[in-house]
T-cell receptor
Framework: SQTIHQWPATLVQPVGSPLSLECTVE??????LYWYRQAAGRGLQLLFY??????ISSEVPQNLSASRPQDRQFILSSKKLLLSDSGFYLC?????????????FGSGTRLTVV | RKEVEQDPGPFNVPEGATVAFNCTYS??????FFWYRQDCRKEPKLLMS???SGNEDGRFTAQLNRASQYISLLIRDSKLSDSATYLC??????????????FGTGTRLLVSP
């Protein structure tokens, strides 16, 4: 069966520090991968999605970047965090070309920028 | 207009009550619809897909009205464990052909003893 792993679960980082969040999927090949952010009391905002290795699409201009160095690995990064980057970051996957089957989410990383 | 709109609630209901949530979406070309459940400080989890003919899964019934661009979720015989936020989700097809899911901000349900 397919599983998705995301870490760390919780992170407290100072303003201006770098960020690296990692997500891996097991039990499937060529997944679509997604990074979402959920700010406190707000809905899920799609940040990036990827349909293959090295293929990244950005949904909103921001202080963050994403990379997909391997088929089942998706990384969210920042060179310098802002206070506004605080939130709940969720990685998700779906079968390639089949977003109509819904997404499966990782357990999320709660990031607090101080 | 937001792509997916939901009443944020909260809906406070007693155990055993029937409660209904509604959702509207703006993109008439959307083809896939879902309800997700999100517990406090947890990731969203797929509750059920929503089909044109309507569908039921135990105490949960989902309905879709394409003409009105309206989706509903009915929960019968509410349990304490149903307390959560329910997210309405719609697929959007990009100009590139890529399909992505857009999430509503959610409706919070609180079931009390």
């Amino acid at each position: 069966s397919q599983t998705i792993h995301q870490w760390p679960a919780t992170l407290v980082q100072p303003v201006g520090s770098p960020l690296s969040l990692e997500c891996t999927v097991e039990g499937t090949s060529n997944p679509n991968l997604y990074w979402y952010r959920q700010a406190a009391g707000r809905g899920l905002q799609l940040l990036f999605y990827s349909i293959g290795i090295g293929q990244i699409s950005s949904e909103v201009p921001q202080n963050l970047s994403a990379s997909r160095p391997q088929d089942r690995q998706f990384i969210l990064s920042s060179k310098k965090l802002l206070l506004s980057d605080s939130g709940f970051y969720l990685c998700a996957w779906s079968a390639l070309g089949r977003g109509y089957n819904g997404y499966t989410f990782g357990s999320g990383t709660r990031l607090t920028v101080v | 207009r937001k792509e997916v709109e939901q009443d944020p609630g909260p809906f406070n209901v007693p155990e055993g009550a029937t409660v209904a949530f509604n959702c509207t979406y703006s993109n008439s070309a959307s083809q896939s619809f879902f309800w997700y459940r999100q517990d406090c400080r947890k990731e969203p989890k797929l509750l059920m897909s929503v089909y044109s003919s309507g569908n039921e899964d135990g105490r949960f019934t989902a309905q879709l009205n394409r003409a009105s661009q309206y989706i509903s979720l009915l929960i019968r015989d509410s349990k304490l464990s149903d307390s959560a936020t329910y997210l309405c989700v719609v697929n959007i097809r990009e100009g590139t052909g890529f399909q992505k899911l857009v999430f509503g901000t959610g409706t919070r349900l609180l079931v009390s003893p």
